[in-house]
Structure formats: C-alpha cells, structure tokens
C-alpha cells in the first residue's frame, strides 16, 4: 500500500527553500491576496509553471486523450529550447517551481536535460512526469545531472500481463531498468535529488496488484509509493465520477487563474493543465510576452467569472473555454447567467472520459 506520504514531504519542502528569494516570497503572498480577492486584473506574476517539452508520447494509455490519439488541434512538437529560455528569463524571479508534464512524455525531447539545466540555473525547483519506458539511459543520466529535483513516474501493474492492459506498449522490464538506474545513481553520487515517487494509477483490473507494486517500489529505493485513482469510464474506473473526491479539489474556485501558467510545447499558453485543445488557448508565447498575456481579455474574462461584483458586467453570448469547467458551473453567483448563455455548455475539457 501507499508509502512515504510524509516522508517525501521533509526532502520537497528542502529542496525548495533551496530555491526562494524575498521576492519570490513577496510575490507569492501578494498573488495569494490577489487570488483571495479574486481580482481580476493582476500586478503578481504566476509562481508556478507547467513546461510541456513534447506532446507527443510513446505509449497509448486508453483514458489519456493522446494516448487515445484525439487530435487537439496542435501539431505534434518538442518545444524550441530558446522559448524555455526566453519564458525562464521573464519569469524565474518569481516561479516557485517549474513541472514538465502535460500531455505527452517529457523524456522523449533529446534536449529535456538543457531544459531542466536552464530552470534550475535560474534557481527553480524543477519536477518532471514520466511513464520511465525510456530505453536511452543515458537521457536519464543526464536528467539527474542537469538537477532534477524530483521525479514521478507512473506504473499500472506488479506484473508485465496486467501493467500493459492501461499502459498499452510499455515494458515492465524497461520501467525496473529505469528506477534501478535511478537508485543507483543515487547511491553512486551520494545525491539526495531527484526524489522518486512511483504513482500507482488504479483501476478496478489492477487492484488486485497494489500490495505487489508497493513491494517492488521499496525494492527500487522509491521515496515514496502513492496509490492515485484513474479516471476512465465506469467499467473501468473504482471511483464513480459524483463522488466529491473525484471532482476537482477546490470546487468552488480556480486557483490556477491566478498562480499557475502552462507552456504549450508548440508555444500556446492556458491556465491550467486541464485545457487541451488548441482552439483553447490563452495566448500564444511566441509573439506575445507574460506581462501582457497575465492581464490578456481571455484572463480578465476568466477571473471575471469568479468574480461575483463583476459578473453582471460579462457578454451575454460570451465564448469562452472555461465556460466549460465544472468549477464555473459552480459559482453560484453565475447560475441564472450560465442558463442564458448559449455557449456554457458543461463539458469535459479533454473531451475525454
Ligand atoms: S478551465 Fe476550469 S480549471 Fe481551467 S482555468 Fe478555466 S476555470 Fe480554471
């Protein structure tokens, strides 16, 4: 079962004090207040940021709208490591932490390790999503160099037989390779990052494996085994989807308007990891800067949506992505507007299930 809740905790938090500044610090309060007040136009930056390298994946995870192949609108890329460079430089003073992951696998990109150097020059605690099916050790090894903070990587089975039923073209033996040369490069440098998590997605066809895998994560020296529930349709998924753990952690606001933004492996920026399609876009990074996109109409519009003195001023026929999250439908303050309004149809935003 699930293991090092806390203990992986004491390593994170010290691994990214290492990393704050006084104005890191003055920033984060001032866009906590910001966020409080649900304001709309803001004079704080994002403190956290999510980096897509690729979009593009090696796997075919049945419930993962790129696994499944859904197009999103977007040409399949790895992102220009000059745009990481030029999206650090305008942000670092203030980021927090920088996550690789959105919706492809990030250690497909040749250049990950440039990527992770740059944040972490720039002194950002940086943490990176993975399925580990990566046969190039070498990439891994230069990951670690690079510093790394921390590592999740994902796995859906003790055994090859009912790992691959979710994580479709994945080898068991390929993902061991991965955490065993994770271990040991630990042990050979004497390094207390990258911290390892193994995050167990869990199904109704794998329960029966839970305890196995949680073996085999102490085996390898994970710092921690966390068991976390898979969405997909009702066959398939423990869950059901009304209950309130599965909905979305704080229902009745969107924190990440205010503190969070997501590079697009193709430059397309959106405010959360929830937004998939390219039609959904905030803005683009490539012709536009951060000061101008945090306060661009698509920002003001979305905050506006949370803001109760400022949602009688919305457009009537109003077109907006977020029009379609379940945390607008639940403003209450919004219920007569969103009856209205044509286009606040409530949808999943991967379109998936
Ligand atoms: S889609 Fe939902 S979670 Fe994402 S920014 Fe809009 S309101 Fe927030």
């Given at each position: 079962?699930?293991?090092?809740?806390?203990?992986?905790?004491?390593?994170?938090?010290?691994?990214?004090?290492?990393?704050?500044?006084?104005?890191?610090?003055?920033?984060?309060?001032?866009?906590?207040?910001?966020?409080?007040?649900?304001?709309?136009?803001?004079?704080?930056?994002?403190?956290?940021?999510?980096?897509?390298?690729?979009?593009?994946?090696?796997?075919?995870?049945?419930?993962?709208?790129?696994?499944?192949?859904?197009?999103?609108?977007?040409?399949?890329?790895?992102?220009?490591v000059s745009l990481v460079e030029s999206f650090i430089e305008q942000n670092a003073p203030y980021l927090i932490s920088v996550n690789f992951y959105n919706w492809g696998e990030p250690l497909l990109h040749p250049k990950i390790h440039e990527i992770v150097r740059i944040c972490h020059d720039h002194k950002v605690f940086t943490s990176l999503s993975t399925n580990l099916n990566i046969r190039n050790l070498d990439i891994l090894d230069k990951v670690c160099r690079a510093g790394l903070d921390h590592m999740v990587v994902s796995c859906s089975g003790a055994t090859q037989d009912v790992y691959e039923i979710y994580h479709r073209d994945a080898k068991m033996d390929t993902l061991l390779a991965g955490l065993k040369y994770l271990k040991e490069y630990k042990k050979r440098n004497q390094a207390k990052v990258p911290i390892v998590e193994l995050h167990y997605i869990l199904f109704k066809h794998n329960l029966h494996q839970l305890d196995a895998a949680s073996d085999l994560a102490r085996e390898y020296g994970v710092t921690a085994f966390r068991v976390m529930d898979g969405t997909g349709p009702e066959e398939a998924a423990i869950g059901k989807r009304d209950d309130p753990k599965y909905i979305l952690a704080d229902v009745n606001h969107c924190h990440q308007l205010w503190h969070l933004v997501v590079l697009n492996a193709d430059g397309g920026i959106t405010p959360c990891y929830y937004l998939y399609y390219k039609t959904d876009d905030f803005g683009d990074f490539s012709v536009s800067d951060m000061?101008?996109?945090?306060?661009?109409?698509?920002?003001?519009?979305?905050?506006?949506?949370?803001?109760?003195?400022?949602?009688?001023?919305?457009?009537?026929?109003?077109?907006?992505?977020?029009?379609?999250?379940?945390?607008?439908?639940?403003?209450?303050?919004?219920?007569?507007?969103?009856?209205?309004?044509?286009?606040?149809?409530?949808?999943?935003?991967?379109?998936g299930p």
């Open positions: 079962m699930s293991f090092g809740q806390w203990r992986r905790l004491i390593p994170l938090c010290l691994a990214g004090m290492r990393y704050m500044t006084v104005r890191k610090l003055f920033n984060f309060i001032r866009c906590e207040m910001e966020c409080f007040w649900r304001m709309e136009k803001l004079e704080s930056r994002p403190y956290s940021a999510i980096i897509e390298p690729t979009n593009i994946c090696n796997l075919q995870c049945p419930y993962c709208p790129t696994g499944a192949g859904r197009d999103s609108g977007r040409k399949k890329t790895m992102i220009d000061s101008q996109l945090r306060n661009d109409r698509s920002y003001l519009m979305a905050r506006q949506l949370f803001s109760p003195k400022s949602a009688g001023n919305l457009p009537p026929d109003l077109s907006h992505p977020c029009l379609k999250c379940e945390k607008v439908h639940n403003q209450k303050h919004l219920l007569e507007y969103l009856k209205k309004n044509e286009n606040a149809t409530q949808a999943h935003r991967t379109g």
